[in-house]
């Protein structure tokens, strides 16, 4: 079967601009998660999704990220502005049973300067 | 252990030799957990699972054991080989859905 896609993988854009990442899950999988994952870091939940419903997005910076996963399967991830600390990698994953064995895409680099 | 910036914990073995890499969790409430391996420039990869009402539970060279009383879990990977090289993430679950990683653990393996 094909992997969790996302695009683009690399993306440097200034502070205060504003970006956004694509990310089209396994087919079948209802759950859908974004993280980031800063250098060094563990992964770190922004927000879940249940098909096209927010399952938890208690870590997720509203005042500048955005998400939406329309129709429940592909979902973008948004940031506006940017700051320099958004600089990370963002992983998209999904799973077929929520919080089981989730399937990573390659995650999009993001460079804030 | 937490680790700041680029300073994960090391393990470094010998090719061949068994690897034990050690996770401490946080929620006694947790019932689920996983280890994932991550190689540089990709996602994280399952690896292996295990639920709160198993102590141990094995696969293709790993075996992960689990120590509710202290809160503990461990993955063994035996014969580790140079392929093997790569952040190895715990993760535990509670009540299903949300999963949290811990911090990492690098794993070298010296040829």
């Known amino acids: 079967e094909a992997g969790v896609a996302q695009s683009p993988r690399y993306k440097i854009i200034e502070k205060r601009q504003s970006v956004a990442f694509w990310c089209n899950p396994i087919?079948?999988?209802?759950?859908l998660y974004w993280y980031q994952q800063i250098l060094g870091q563990g992964p770190k939940l922004l927000i879940q999704f249940q098909n096209n419903g927010v399952v938890d997005d208690s870590q997720l910076p509203k005042d500048r990220f955005s998400a939406e996963r329309l129709k429940g399967v592909d979902s973008t991830l948004k940031i506006q502005p940017a700051k320099l600390e958004d600089s990370a990698v963002y992983l998209c994953a999904s799973s077929l049973i929520p919080g089981e064995e989730l399937s990573f895409g390659p995650g999009t680099r993001l460079t804030v300067t | 252990g937490e680790s700041v910036g680029l300073h994960l914990p090391t393990l470094s073995v010998q090719e061949g030799d068994n690897s034990i890499i050690n996770c401490a969790y946080s929620?006694?409430?947790?019932?689920?957990f996983i280890w994932y391996k991550q190689e540089s420039g990709k996602g994280p990869q399952f690896i292996i699972d295990?639920?709160?009402?198993?102590d141990k539970r094995q696969g293709q060279r790993v075996t992960v054991l689990l120590n509710k009383t202290v809160k503990h879990l461990s993955l063994q990977i035996a014969a580790t080989q140079p392929g093997d090289s790569a952040v190895y993430f715990c993760a535990e679950n509670t009540g299903g859905f949300k999963t949290i990683f811990g911090a990492g653990t690098r794993l070298f393996v010296k040829a």
């Open positions: 929620n006694s409430a947790s019932d689920y």
């Open positions: 295990i639920r709160s009402n198993m």
């Open positions: 087919s079948g999988h209802a759950t």
